[in-house]
C-alpha cells in the first residue's frame, strides 16, 4: 500500500465530474490505469462498466467494486482541497476515494497474487436514478462464475452493510391550466398544490422501528413569476428496513397524491427507481472475514447493518455481499464533504486483507 498514491488517486477521480449517467470519463481513466497494471480482459461492458481481471479465467471469483459516479452536477464539481489531515470537496468520499482504493488493489494483487480470481470493476449508475443499473448487469454477466462481492465505499469505516435497504423513488406531477397572476388570479396554481401536498405527505405517520425515512427531494414547476403555474413536480425518496413498510408508504403516498387531483387539477404519479432488499446472515463466513480484518487492523467498533449500496444488487438474489468503507468521514453529498487521511492506512490494509481472505473462502469452496 502506498498512501500517498491512494490520496493522490483520489484527488485525480474527484477532479472528473462523473454525475449518474455521465461516467465516461472516469471509466476511461480507470480503464487506462487497469492495462497498464497489466490486468487481464480489461474492457468495458455493456451498462458501461470497467472491468479488469487479476488470476485465471475460468476459476470461481470474487468481485471488487467501487462505483463510479457521484451524485454532483458537472457544474458543481470544484476541486477537492487537502487542509491538514482531510481532503474536502464534493464526491471526494463518495466514492472518488474508493475508486482509488480498487485501483491501489490492481497494485497490490499484481505484486503478489493471490491465487484465486478477482474481478476489479469500476461501476455506473449505483446514485441516485441509476438503481444499481450497473451492479445489476455486472451480475447477471459474471454470472455464477462470481462467489462473493464486495463494494467499496471511501467513506463509513468500521460499517460492514451485509443486508440491502429497500427504497422506493416516486414523481409526483400537477397539471392546471394555468394563466395570469392577476387576470386569472383563483385559478389553482400547480405550485400551489404540490406545496400543500408535500405538507401532507410529511404528516404521514413513520415507524421508528424498523427505521423508516420520507424524503421530498426535489420539487419543480412554473414558468414566471407573474404567471400560474401550470405545471409543478415533486420526487420522493422512501426507505425502510422491512420491505413491507415501503411498500405501504409507497401507497399511502400515492394515495395523498391522488386526493390532490379535482376537476381543475390533474395528478399522476409514476415510479422511478426502486432498490432492493435481501441480506445474508450476520455471521456469513463473508462477514465474519471483514470483521476479522477490520479488527486486527485496530478497528474496534464494528457495525453490522443496512444500506442502498451496490451490494444491494447481488444481495437481492442470495449472493453473499457486502459493502464496505475505507475512512471516516463527514458532510457526504454536500459541497463541504470531508475525509480523514490517517485512517485510510487502516481502512484499505483491511480491504486487502478482506480481499486475500475472502478469495480464500472461495478457493476452499466454503463460499
Known sequence: MDLERIVAQALA?????????????????????????????VHLDGAGNVLGRLGP????????????????????????????????GPGIGDNALGLAALLELAHDLSDQPIGGCVWLVGTVC???LGNLRGMHSLVEGLGALARAYLAIEGMSLGNVYHRGLPARRLRIRVRTRG??????????SAVHEIIHMAQRLLLIPLPSKPRTSLNLGLLEGGTAINAIAAQASLEVD?????ENIVAGLEAAVRLQASA???????????????RPGGGIPADHPLVAAVVRCLHAQGVPDVHLGAGSTDASAPLSLGLPAVCIGVTRG???????????IAPIAQGYAALLETVREASRLICAGEM
Open 126 to 128: 449505483e446514485e441516485g
Open 57 to 88: 479465467s475460468d476459476a470461481a471469483a470474487l468481485v471488487a467494486c467501487a462505483h463510479l459516479d457521484s451524485v454532483f452536477r458537472r457544474m458543481d464539481v470544484i476541486p477537492a482541497r487537502h487542509s491538514g489531515d482531510r481532503l474536502t
Open 330 to 340: 463527514s458532510m457526504a453529498h454536500t459541497q463541504d464533504e470531508s475525509i480523514e
Open 260 to 274: 390532490q387531483a379535482s376537476s381543475d387539477v390533474r395528478v399522476d404519479s409514476e415510479s422511478i427507481g426502486s
Open 179 to 188: 394563466g395570469h397572476s392577476w387576470t386569472h388570479a383563483g385559478r389553482p
Open 13 to 41: 477521480f474527484q477532479a472528473i465530474p462523473s454525475p449518474t449517467f455521465e461516467e465516461a470519463e472516469r471509466a476511461s481513466y480507470l480503464h487506462g490505469h487497469f492495462v497498464r497494471l497489466g490486468l487481464e480482459q
Open 238 to 242: 422512501l426507505r425502510s428496513e422491512d
